[in-house]
């Protein structure tokens, strides 16, 4: 991959990598700092955005790809449409990307309050209202260790937080109150036959 910044015109390709379900210990334990910022990792983050989009999903970690770095990819804004196609079987026709590639995020700012249904690919079957900050500033690198800056408000900084959970080993059950997680954890353990 050549160093110029390949999340410009951004085209659907790479590979479509296996998502671990939780509780995969993977997910359950915090990922280490992104140090070496090269073409290894900026083929995983194409990778990871693939894998993403095919979901389709919002957000994706790298520990959710069994890679336990501190690493996240975000799209708040693709146009998904539902289509069937010609020997009946439905898929997606996704277009106008936004990807957004963060590496190392510290957050840097946290403030107001919103609840939203949050799902993950990781969690499948499972959605459940989370209250998360209504706006979150995240201080990041970009996949060529750039430092930037994110201000993120809405569904974009419930995004954030949810996959920065990811990369401190907490899937989004835990965010639920005791009650309510014990009840989601067992339906989903019961539903996807690990208990
Ligand atoms: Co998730």
Redesign the pocket.
Known sequence: MSTENFLENYKLEGEKLEILTYPNPILLKKAEKVTEFNDELRTLCKNMLFTMYKAPGV?L?AP?VGKSIRLFVIDVDYEREKVTRADGTEDYNLSDFHPLVVINPIIKEKDGEQIYEEG????PGVYEEVKRAQHVVLEYQDAYGKTQILDAEDLRAVCVQ??ND?LDGI??LERLSLLKKKFAKKKYLRDQGKE
């Open positions: 957000g970690a959710q993950c690919l990781s969690v949810h996959e990811h899937v989004f």
